[in-house]
């Protein structure tokens, strides 16, 4: 006699269940690198065995050596001291990055969605304006006004990413608002705004989460990118980006494991963030249905 | 086209003792589907006095919910408007920002689908409180307190528990008490209940109903009811007026529209009604099919091809409103028809 009541008691549990297997080992492990990267970045300096910005230059190209896990750089200053206190710059450029698209591109999404005709027209011809500019060459007039650094380069990619976030995110935000539930919050008063900020965003929310793991990879290696050009990060300050265009040489030289070690790191974060991404990204789908 | 004036002269006899709430003239909207503009309402006229009950009949695609989105300004975009709709004297289509969500305040609407028109992420308690929090500056407590109060009213006793619960924990009927709960919260002076209760149960209907219909005679609050019913408009209603095709083809006094139609298409939709005293072999249906708004001819009037008593006139002019016994009828023949339209055969 299994009726409908045990099961709809059940159904919960069965789907934690399903959730933590489809997770498997690759989402644990994406999780765990993650995490470690979090806590490096909030850290990293404090673990950091050696000072990170101290040259050294009779120590240069030592590959690992007594206490010295990852061996020296161009300068002589110790690798894996470098990689945890530029744990910092790495992951928090992204983060900023993709704050900043984020809410500019719900908000203009929402925007777009709610006002329609013309409003819509002007915030879509607006966005491929920008589509047309590639993150870099934005990168490189930030640093023109600003002068190179983080927040230039960090700037620039906000406004790079942002008609990406907004184009996806108005599609998602023209479904919602023709559901019937806002034509009844409509008509029982409810402002334009409280509407969108209480209903539509939250109703997105899935959507939103999803987009932002996916930029958050491409702007970890956007900034690395830029901090590689010597636009971004500024030395002697550590990096990531900025590590491996200093050891640049050192990888034709014979003397690879600096470069790689950040190189590694980078790959290592993005491919964890896109998969934890993707998974959040299933959920929310299957959730919808 | 009927002069709006003369049409609400014409419709409420000795109108004058009170002024209607809401004035409904020469409505017409056009909609754009597919790119080309389409009619979906010609020349609607209506008027509902406070505390008034209106009926609003008709097919499938006749018009009736979107009179209904018209009066509350849903209509989608790009819709062109025409006539005039006032309530309390005001010009609803001029209203924008704060003075249209004041006025929809005023004007509650009830839809057919609780559960689409509800936000399912959302708790109860949220939906309910929301306009009395942001429109009428009602503190939060004092919100959850009405409504409750309401949530009694309506025939729900544990309210306070039910305002942390989300749509998805309710059934369909209680779901659409709730809705009406929170439509009565803002205190309304017009209902607009777009087919209330089809979504629902039979046993449910006639519970919900009972619950709207009380409570707008306890709040004196003036409806329009929208149903395909033609009984249960009959029921609730103190007039009635029947759609076809994006006009008003008869509106008239709920009581006599069963046994004393104006035109014969509400003569036919009284006909095609089963009998339950007798066992039916086969229904009767009126022949042909519905016509949507935009498919019907402007040379001749919209349910000629359909009706049994169409003549030559009929397919060369497109009849006006016009006064007869007490209600109003769009039919050429409405006069010399009288007495022989007579109410559903057999009943």
Known sequence: MSTGIPTAIEAPRFRALTSVRATGIVGIASAIILAAATFTAIFGPLLAPYDPELPNLSLAWIGPAGGHLLGFDVQGRDVLSRLLAGAQTSMLGPLVVVIVSIVTGSLLAVVAAWRRGAADAAISSGLDILFAFPGILLAVLATAVFGAGLPAAAIALSLAYMPYVARVLRGAAYRERSQPYVAALEVQGASATSICLRHLIPNMLPLIVAQATILFGYAMVDLAAISFLGLGVQPPRPDWGVMISENQTGIVQGYPLPALSAGVCIVAVVIAVNVLGERLFEQAEAGRR | ?347
């Open chain 2, 1 to 347: 086209m009927s002069d709006p004036a003369a049409v609400a002269a014409l419709e409420s006899p000795g109108a004058a003792a009170s002024a209607p709430l809401l004035e409904v003239a020469g409505l017409s909207v056009l909609l754009e589907i597919n790119g080309a503009k389409r009619p979906v309402l010609r020349d609607v006229s209506l008027t509902v006095r406070p505390g008034e009950a209106v009926g609003l009949v008709g097919e499938s695609g006749s018009g009736k919910s979107m009179t209904a989105r018209a009066i509350d300004r849903l209509l989608p975009r790009g819709a062109e408007v025409t006539g005039s709709i006032r309530f309390g004297g005001e010009d609803v289509n001029q209203l924008t920002g704060a003075g249209l969500r004041r006025y929809r305040n005023k004007v509650a609407m009830i839809f057919q689908d609780p559960r689409a028109h509800t936000n399912p992420v959302r708790r109860i308690g949220d939906f309910m409180t929301e306009a009395l929090q942001a429109n009428l500056a009602v503190s939060a407590p004092e919100a959850r307190r009405r409504a409750v109060d309401m949530l009694a009213q309506v025939g729900i006793d544990d309210g306070a528990k039910r305002l942390g619960q989300y749509p998805h924990q309710m059934s369909g009927g209680m779901l659409q008490r709730v809705m009406i709960a929170a439509a009565l919260l803002t205190k309304p002076r017009l209902l607009l209940a777009d087919e209330p209760t089809t979504a629902l149960d039979v046993t449910t209907q006639a519970e919900v109903m009972a619950i709207l219909d009380g409570l707008r005679r306890e709040f004196g609050l003036a409806m329009l009811f929208i149903t395909h019913d033609l009984d249960l408009a009959a029921a609730i209603c103190d007039r009635t007026a029947v759609m076809y095709a994006g006009q008003i083809v008869e509106i008239r006094a709920s009581a006599l529209l069963h046994d004393d139609p104006l035109h014969p298409y509400t003569a036919a939709l009284a006909a095609a009604r089963p009998d339950i005293t007798q066992t039916a072999h086969r229904l009767r249906a009126i022949p042909g099919r519905p016509l949507s708004a935009f498919e019907a001819p402007s040379q001749e009037c919209a349910f000629a091809p359909r009706c049994p008593h169409a003549t030559d006139i009929c397919r060369t002019e497109v009849p006006a409103l016009a006064r007869l016994d007490g209600g109003v009828s769009r039919c050429a023949r409405a006069r010399e028809l009288r007495g022989q339209l007579g109410g559903a055969p057999g009943g």
